[in-house]
């Protein structure tokens, strides 16, 4: 059932390349300068970070002057994806939502997507390898699935089936998201709840069934896999060796924790900057994350570091 579902997608790719697929990379910024747009409502300058010894390019976020919080982030065909939501109040946790296609590079952004109005916080991004198909996870409790060629050309995200919400279950969240190419692997951002857990799904289970199906919540019950998280956990993604990383961060902190994805067990833990939000893996074997830090939102916050970075797990501290 697995493979017929991720299947269906592959004429999408097929007959619709869009742009971002075809273009040639950009130029990186010289001498180690930011790529991307500089926030024009502040002068403040980047603070120093425990990962600055191995962040190898850094761009700033797409959409901060437009009032976007930089959320979800994957990495597919050679382009960065950013999941956002728009607010520049500390009190407004939902807003419009975008998705921004950002060159890796020069930090441009190239296109991009509106998402509906019932997503208002795009916490967690994840796409299949060929890029067919974007898995999207909010923070309203439901995971959600895009035709990825066909929403950058519509400007729009255009859905594959419904959305799957994820029943009242203090195990069950939706703050953030992986795909490890058979499995999605989710979860609920939790400040002190041990019952919050890690989650491995077949997503032929969450979006392949019939209109009916998908109208009933999910149940931990359906898990292939339910395994213990870390608090306050953020983002999530798979390095080259297969290995998930998790980040997890609040307004004061923020750590990088490697997992055993068959008991939860944290294998290696690393200290990273306050705000770090998603996690994903570059085509070079460099993992890439992104910063809330510093967005308008949160721009009181003592740590400013609004960034979309590359970094080298290898070098962390």
């Known amino acids: 059932m697995h493979r017929r579902f991720l299947a269906t997608l592959a004429m999408s790719w097929t007959l619709a390349v869009p742009a971002w697929a075809q273009s040639s990379p950009g130029v990186a910024p010289p001498g180690g300068a930011i790529g991307g747009e500089r926030p024009t409502y502040t002068e403040r300058a980047l603070t120093s970070t425990p990962m600055d010894g191995a962040i190898r390019q850094r761009h700033w976020a797409p959409g901060l002057n437009q009032g976007y919080v930089p ?18 109040e500390a009190q407004t946790n939902r807003g ?8 890796p590079n020069s930090g441009a952004v190239i296109g991009g997507f509106d998402l509906p109005a019932a997503i208002g916080h795009a916490d967690g991004l994840a796409a299949t390898p060929d890029g067919g198909l974007l898995f999207l996870a909010d923070n309203s409790r439901t995971l959600h699935a895009f035709d990825l060629p066909r929403s ?23 703050n953030f998201l992986a795909f490890d190419g058979r499995l999605l692997w989710f979860g609920r951002y939790s400040r002190d709840d041990s ?14 069934g019939s209109s009916n199906n998908n109208a009933r919540p999910f149940r931990t019950a359906e898990a292939v896999r339910s ?18 990383w998790i980040s997890t961060s609040n307004g004061r902190m923020g750590k990088l924790h490697r997992i055993d994805t068959r008991t939860g067990a944290v294998l290696a833990q690393h200290d990273a900057m306050a705000g770090l939000e998603d996690l994903a893996r570059g085509s070079d074997g460099l993992l ?11 721009n ?18």
């Open 152 to 174: 950058l050309q519509a400007g729009m995200a255009v859905a594959v089936g419904d959305p799957r919400s994820l029943e009242k279950d203090p195990a069950l969240g939706s």
């Open 227 to 244: 395994l213990p998280l870390p608090f306050h956990a953020q983002g999530a993604t798979f390095d080259a060796a297969g290995a998930l």
């Open 300 to 317: 009181s916050w003592a740590t400013f570091f609004p960034l979309l970075f590359s970094f080298d797990p290898a070098l962390l501290k």
């Open 288 to 298: 890439w994350a992104v910063g809330e830090a510093g967005s308008q939102r949160w």
């Open 71 to 88: 959320q979800g982030l994957t990495f597919v065909r050679g382009t960065l994806f950013v999941g956002t939501y728009r607010s520049t």
């Open 195 to 208: 019952a919050a857990r890690l989650i491995a799904a077949d997503p032929a289970v969450l979006f392949g």
């Open 96 to 103: 419009p939502a975008r998705i921004f296609a950002v060159d």
